[in-house]
């Protein structure tokens, strides 16, 4: 766009050389005692329809200071135009003929009217007419080309110059008249179209209009009626914008050109601006960069390569300097912010992709590792006009570290135990080694056949709290807790539980392995025997010298296998236990378990009471059975009746507390499947 910009430029100093030219009188190149010059309706130009007449003012001046007699104007035309001198009428501008006398150093003025209808033109058509003047004096002489158009309207303004600081409006005038006339020479109504369109002007100028046949999106109007002898005025209010257009101190007024025309006649109406000088700066390319080394050591480098533009209208040259004091007082080192001076930029409408206009510098920052999250250094550089030192731009070059995470999850055992309906308490500690703080979540996940699954829901897993805030390089504490369900057997166990602390990054989540077994608890019940019938055996009889047999239980009222250690309470020498120990399951009630009576044959008549004790495995767990009684009573012979107590038939021929002459007691132990 600025090459379209700057050929824009070139277009319109053309258009300016060409304006010269309409404003500039056209003299012969050798130089004459008599110089001639001459204006139209326009420059050089002027317009008539095919029954008008084309207007000239000529104005011949003595050059040399000499008197000039028999001074003669005349008119000429191309050969083969259809035009011929006669069609020209010559005068002093006041109906008189035109002087033939001019004196030393004098001007003498003349007009020049030419009748288009004698060389039979049609609209369109153009003629050059040579206007020559000489005198006894200067025969040469000299002379001036005009051109005649023929139409039926011609577009002019009037406004001169006007001066524009940027974004300044000015109001120009375009004037478009009607000069048609009919074979009599009165003026005719024209209703043809006439178009007036932005030619030249692009980016640089706004221009807009109260005027409701101006199109502002299209740049264009079009007036479709003009009375007899009449013209129309279109006000137009244009705005120098965008710091496009170039200085008048650098390449002359610019021209504002629209084209007029209706598609028969097309002409070119000229406004002129002066730019006033405008000065401007614009830097690219500086800003924040985000450094992640704030959880090792290493320092890192950052890198800009900002852009100085010259936005201004003319040649500018920019100084610039540094201010590093922030980034040195952190101790951050900085690379290539010395002051320096860019030389002379083009200025805006002149850049291109080449880079013309604009400086290019390289500064860089070194960063420290190991920084808290969010630490921000920097410094800047500031760029000031040197043709205007009120134009100045700061830039600012920082670099932030951003935070790092880095967390480590330890607990303080793998393995606790718990008796059932009790609690398993793991204290978990994380550490942020992070440069910032960070909220730190946990969960749970179980290790199942080999497969990630969830942790033992009959085990209740429960975490203290679902997640802590842990600030840079501290700790946060949390617990996790595993309770054993109340039927747990002794050696139950909640599988491994997979604890994890996940970081606020997701990506970063240690874990510890832990696992609760459920303690084994110790409950026992020493009780009387109760036959089949339901009745209760807490004593029995023997006579002097015989012995006797009594059964109790033992119920394991714990949650795994217990070694029961037997023991008799308050009885005589000859009462033994059948057994001193047995291996009673869980749940599990022992019946076979006996008393061994061996009464003396003498002096143990009478009643005899004990106690049987059961104590568990853990030495203090135990349970004692009510009295027991043995009944020692006197011995009878033969022939008064038996020695022993009769077998009890209610027994089903099993001593309850039948007679035993010689029983050794065999201690039963019991292989008892674990219950889940």
């Not at 025969?139 to 080309?145: E, Q, W």
């Not at 074979?183 to 109504?189: D, H, K, P, R, V």
Request: glycine fraction near 10%.
């Amino acid at each position: 766009m600025e090459q379209n910009v700057r050929n824009l430029a070139v277009f319109v100093a053309a258009l300016a050389m060409i304006a010269s030219v309409l404003i500039v009188p056209s003299v012969s190149a050798d130089s004459h005692d008599l110089q001639i010059t001459g204006s139209g309706d326009e420059g050089l130009r002027s317009y008539a329809s095919e029954h008008g007449h084309a207007e000239f003012d000529i104005s011949v001046t003595d050059m040399t200071g000499d008197n000039h007699t028999n001074v003669a104007i005349s008119v000429s035309f191309a050969d083969g135009s259809g035009w011929i001198g006669d069609q020209a009428t010559i005068s002093d501008c006041s109906g008189g003929d035109a002087l033939t006398s001019l004196a030393e150093g004098g001007t003498l003025s003349a007009c020049i009217s030419v009748n288009v209808a004698v060389a039979g033109a049609e609209i369109g058509d153009t003629a050059d007419m040579l206007v020559s003047v000489t005198s006894t004096e200067d025969s040469t002489g000299s002379s001036i080309a005009l051109t005649i158009v023929v139409t039926n309207w011609f577009a002019s303004s009037a406004d001169g110059v006007k001066a524009y600081a940027e974004d300044d409006t000015n109001t120009y005038t375009i004037n478009v008249t009607n000069i048609q006339l009919d074979e009599s020479g009165a003026g005719q109504e024209l209703d043809t179209p006439i178009h007036i369109t932005l030619s030249n002007a692009g980016p640089g100028w706004s221009i807009g209009s109260a005027d409701a046949i101006w199109d502002e999106m299209l740049l264009t109007a079009e007036i479709n009626y003009l009375p007899a002898n009449g013209s129309y005025d279109l006000v137009l209010d244009i705005q120098l914008i965008g710091e496009i257009i170039p200085a008048s101190s650098y390449v002359g007024n610019s021209f504002i050109v629209f084209q007029v025309h209706d598609a028969a006649v097309y002409t070119l109406v000229s406004l002129e601006a002066s730019v006033a000088d405008n000065f401007n700066v614009n830097v690219l390319g500086s800003g924040n960069e985000d450094i992640d080394n704030g959880c090792d050591t290493t320092t890192a480098s950052v890198g800009w390569a900002p852009v100085i533009k010259n936005f201004g209208n003319t040649m500018d040259s920019f100084e610039v300097t540094f201010d590093t004091s922030d980034a040195d007082a952190a101790g951050w080192s900085i690379d290539g912010a010395n002051g320096f001076n860019t030389g002379d930029l083009h200025p805006k409408y002149e850049h291109d992709d080449t880079g013309k206009g604009t400086y290019t510098a390289n500064v860089g920052l070194h960063i420290p590792g190991g920084l808290a999250a969010g630490t921000t250094h920097g410094f800047t550089m500031t760029v000031t006009s040197v043709k205007d030192s009120s134009i100045t731009q700061t830039q600012w070059f920082n670099a932030t570290v951003v935070q790092c995470f880095d967390i480590a999850l330890a607990g303080d055992a793998e393995l606790k135990n718990a008796n059932p309906g009790s609690t398993a308490d793991f204290s978990l500690t994380v550490t942020n080694s992070g440069n910032g703080p960070d909220t730190i979540s946990f969960s749970c996940m179980a290790i199942i056949d080999d497969e990630v699954g969830e942790c033992n829901a009959l085990w209740s897993p429960t975490f203290s709290v679902p997640s802590v805030t842990v600030a840079s390089g501290a700790s946060g504490q949390a617990v996790f807790s595993l309770t054993v369900p109340n039927d747990a057997a002794s050696t139950d166990d909640s599988g491994v539980a997979m604890l994890h602390a996940t970081s606020e990054d997701v990506t970063l989540s240690p874990s510890v392995s832990v696992k609760a077994v459920a303690n084994q608890i110790y409950g026992l019940t020493a009780g009387y025997y109760s036959n089949e019938t339901d009745v209760v055996k807490d004593s029995a009889s023997v006579q002097e010298g015989m012995s006797v047999q009594m059964k109790f239980t033992v119920t394991n009222d714990g949650n795994g296998n217990d070694e029961v250690t037997l023991s008799l309470v308050g009885a005589p020498a000859w009462i033994t236990l059948g057994q001193s120990t047995a291996l009673v399951g869980p749940g599990q009630t022992m019946t076979t378990l006996t008393v061994d009576i061996a009464a003396p044959a003498s002096d143990a008549r009478g009643d005899h009471t004990f106690q049987v004790t059961a104590t568990s495995a853990d030495g203090t767990t135990s349970s004692t059975t009510g009295d027991l009684t043995v009944t020692v009573t006197e011995k009878v012979d033969s022939t008064g009746g038996p020695t022993t107590e009769e077998l009890d038939e209610e027994e089903g021929g099993l001593p309850g507390f039948g007679a035993l002459s010689a029983i050794v007691a065999i201690g039963a132990v019991l292989l008892i499947r674990r219950r889940l």
